[in-house]
């Protein structure tokens, strides 16, 4: 079946650092998406990429599609320390209901 | 709204208990979902479904039985509790041409 891995497991940063965390699907991804869970919380929604190539930006995260829409990417510029959490990325295969995810990447930052 | 409502937040069974997690959304969303998440293994998919009648095994099926009488409510059930079994579950639902998951606040399940 369809596989998400997802790199590095774990990232401890200095605040003020950049950080990325990287998605490789086994498949061709219709799209992807990337979440966010706060220690002790729940997965958030962040967005959704659907075009080959795509990169999308929300404030100093910065996330891209990859051209053979199997791979892609969440970058943080500058750290805080409310970047604190764990970020998943997942993918929906065409067709049926399941939503995969990647094993996550937990961000540490220290003040 | 409410959104994804889990129950209990909390639960210790034995070993060899039954119990079932209610999962339960307000969105009139057609998917529904349950993941089960452990230490650097990420979201695991256990079941879901595309509606209400319909459901499916995901990547780790075993152990867990669902069923999805209503579009508002997908319960999970753990016929006969084992030690490995001891997780956090989430519920998830979205709407069937979206993408974004909308997820419960987790139960935290362990079993001794």
């Known amino acids: 079946g369809q596989q998400v891995m997802q790199i590095p497991q774990y990232q401890h940063v200095q605040e003020g650092e950049d950080f990325t965390t990287y998605c490789n699907s086994s498949t061709t991804l219709s799209n992807i998406q990337w979440y966010k869970q706060r220690p002790g919380g729940h997965p958030v929604f962040l967005i959704q990429l659907v075009k080959s190539g795509e990169v999308k930006k929300q404030k100093r995260l910065t996330f891209q599609f990859g051209e053979a829409k199997k791979n892609s990417s969440l970058h943080i510029t500058a750290t805080q320390t409310t970047d604190v959490g764990t970020y998943f990325c997942a993918g929906a295969p065409s067709n049926t209901g399941k939503l995969i995810f990647g094993q996550g990447t937990t961000l540490q930052v220290k003040p | 709204n409410a959104g994804v409502t889990q129950t209990p937040k909390f639960q210790v069974l034995k070993t060899g208990q039954s119990m079932t997690l209610q999962c339960a959304q307000d969105m009139n969303h057609e998917y529904m979902s349950w993941y089960r998440q452990d230490p650097g293994m990420g979201l695991r998919l256990i079941h879901y479904s595309v509606g209400a009648g319909i459901t499916d095994q995901g990547e780790v099926p075993n152990g867990y039985n669902v069923s999805r009488s209503t579009t508002e409510d997908f319960p999970l059930r753990l016929l006969s509790a084992a030690p490995s079994q001891t997780s956090v579950y989430f519920c998830?639902?979205?709407?069937?041409?979206?993408?974004?998951?909308?997820f419960g606040q987790g139960t935290r399940l362990t079993v001794v």
């Open positions: 998830a639902s979205r709407h069937q041409g979206s993408t974004e998951a909308f």
